[in-house]
């Protein structure tokens, strides 16, 4: 008797969670109204002669809704600091006081939030682009168990339907990260 063992699905899983990561932190980059310390995930800080990220170098808080503090564990760096930030394409300006720096953040116009909608929207589509290529990937290595030796259709449509249950579970956590950012994005 040869027992079929279902289609290895862990390579599709370690892809597909890989996209989800990604596609996560893409979204977690756009800016709401709100001060956020994932605001700065992207800096990058010139410090000790290679490049690290802030929170590699500094303590980040966010004490209201309006503002980042930024304090570096070696004050020598503040200067480094506020000029990754400056540099990082955020639209945010530190200022230094005293032993750190702080970042107000601005209330978004009404406008800018629908623009900042319209951005997340097309990085979600990106997201779903991602998992139909890994689909892609993964249905054709699938496909190419036919007709090897205890391999029978039905398998290979339960692991196809398998891939389109997995396909459906991870675009309905982009979906539900889609509308938790969106509510971010709208609320004043």
Do not use: C
């Amino acid at each position: 008797m040869n027992l079929h063992m279902s289609f290895n699905f862990s390579q599709f899983q370690q892809e597909a969670a890989k996209a989800l990561d990604h596609i996560t932190q893409d979204i977690n980059q756009l800016r709401t109204g709100k001060a956020n310390s994932q605001m700065l995930d992207t800096v990058k800080v010139e410090a000790y002669g290679s490049w690290l990220k802030i929170n590699e170098v500094a303590n980040i808080s966010v004490p209201d809704p309006t503002m980042i503090l930024v304090s570096p564990w070696d004050k020598s760096l503040l200067g480094a600091i506020e000029k990754g930030i400056g540099s990082a394409g955020l639209n945010l300006n530190a200022v230094i006081d005293g032993q750190t720096l702080r970042i107000l953040v601005p209330a978004l116009t009404e406008e800018r939030r629908r623009d900042m909608v319209k951005i997340l929207y097309q990085k979600l589509e990106g997201g779903r682009i991602m998992f139909r290529s890994v689909r892609t990937e993964t249905k054709k290595l699938i496909d190419q168990q036919k007709g090897q030796p205890g391999i029978s259709e039905d398998m290979i449509e339960a692991d196809l339907n398998q891939l389109d249950s997995y396909i459906k579970n991870y675009n309905d956590k982009l979906d539900e990260l889609g509308k938790r950012k969106e509510k971010d994005l709208m609320t004043i």
